[in-house]
């Protein structure tokens, strides 16, 4: 058993609040250069060097990469022999991110549905918790930019439909957000599970390094042919004519109902945003 | 790739004339931030009949609803918003002498005739590439909606802002042109 005092927590989260949202990983940025020497477009390749740009001066005065610092996701890995003291998990992540958000000049986006009024510290965060073997935390924070949110979607396919309609809704999903999602996107599939979980298996296959392989070969396969149907859209960067529609492709997936098949698709904009840490 | 045309507002209708889509164009002098809510308060005024917190003629609006600044930075983070939110309200704004506008996505029919029958652009500047856009922003100051937070209506002296005409006067659009472009069957 091992005693962790939540304000180590707290401190924690807040700052990955804050590089998470000034400091955009080196896989994102060796992402674009693989895209600068494969783009035709000189207009597009004019948009990547402008996004290598911002993401360096974003790191150098710890400014935000866009204005739109998102909405606050946390992943939490609790080791089972893990004690907490000092107060509840919940709202030791709660201050972590309205200290985060306050003392990193992020921009708080989280409103009432309804009013639109502003809960004016950027909580609540959504916290997704899992108890893993060991005595450690592992946190994730994982900012969610609106826009390419928005275009996100689950489906509740056919079994019939199979692997081909697996790609056929992604590409099509892709086609159907054109810019609004601020591509190049990087593209969450999740296959199987409920319809919840199918969502957050999306959510999940973006963390996953850029560049990197699915430890699945079969999958790795399908998200190679669905990158290569995106990417022959046209849309491009910023969706303003392009080969660069998306960097990657990801996908994970879990076994499903037998009168199932859902898939869920998350975009992330090119502002891929995530840190991480263990206690 | 041909270098960018340097435009200074208040913008003319022989400036706005001469853009065609894919220009890359570095504006300079004043433009006005307005979002979602700013724009249903302009639109309501129009329709009352009433003045604007500012002059129309030759401006450009720019959507955009900026981080916080930190101490010693003149603007925070300000990458474009999705500009249908606004579409609702572009068609009176251009009738009123607006010639441009700044935002990403794709704009409604009615936005496309408005520019195209009172001489007006859609510009885009990238999305998520808010700390580059910010350091062109040499002078801001909010002039009207201050209750609004960051969609207060703010005016902004820039340097050599960079964006890229989406929509030019002839009724042109790069969303669907450039994609045509670049599409495999």
Partial sequence: ?279 | MSEPIRLRTPLTDEDVERLKIGDRVLLNGVIYTGRDAAHKRLFDLLREGKALPFDLKGQIIYYVGPAPAKPGQVFGSAGPTTSYRMDAYSPSLIEKGLKGMIGKGMRSQDVKEAMKRHKAVYFAATGGAGALLAKRVKKARIIAYEDLGPEAIRELEVEDLPVIVVNDVRGNDLYIEGEKKYHKD
């Fill in chain 1, 1 to 279: 058993m091992r005693e962790i005092d939540v304000k180590l927590i707290t401190a924690k989260v807040r700052d990955l609040c804050m590089e998470a949202n000034t400091d955009l990983g080196e896989d994102v940025l060796q992402a674009f250069d693989r895209a600068l020497r494969e783009e035709e477009s000189p207009l597009a390749r004019e948009i990547l060097k402008e996004l290598k740009e911002n993401a360096r001066i974003a790191k150098e005065e710890k400014v935000a990469i866009c204005q739109d610092t998102g909405f606050a996701v946390v992943f939490v890995e609790l080791g089972q022999d893990v004690h907490l003291v000092g107060g509840d998990l919940k709202e030791a992540i709660f201050e972590g991110v309205r200290q985060g958000y306050r003392d990193g000049y992020l921009r708080k986006s989280i409103c009432h549905p309804f009013t639109r009024a502003n809960t004016g510290d950027n909580t609540p965060p959504i916290i997704h918790t899992e108890i893993v073997p060991g005595e450690k935390i592992k946190i994730v924070v994982a900012p969610k930019g609106g826009g390419s949110e928005n275009m996100s979607r689950v489906m509740m396919l056919t079994p019939s439909d199979g692997v081909e309609g697996i790609k056929r809704s992604v590409i099509e999903r892709v086609r159907e957000s054109g810019s609004n999602p601020c591509p190049p996107t990087i593209v969450g599939v999740g296959i199987g599970g409920t319809f919840e979980q199918a969502a957050l298996l999306a959510k999940k296959s973006l963390l996953r390094p850029l560049g990197s392989k699915n430890a699945d070969p079969e999958l790795g396969k399908l998200e190679a042919e669905i990158l290569t149907g995106i990417n022959k859209l046209g849309i491009g960067p910023q969706g303003l004519g392009g080969r660069t529609t998306s960097l990657a492709v990801h996908i994970l997936m879990m076994p499903c109902h037998i009168a199932s098949f859902p898939l869920a698709v998350n975009i992330q904009c090119h502002a891929h945003r995530h840190k991480e840490t263990e206690i």
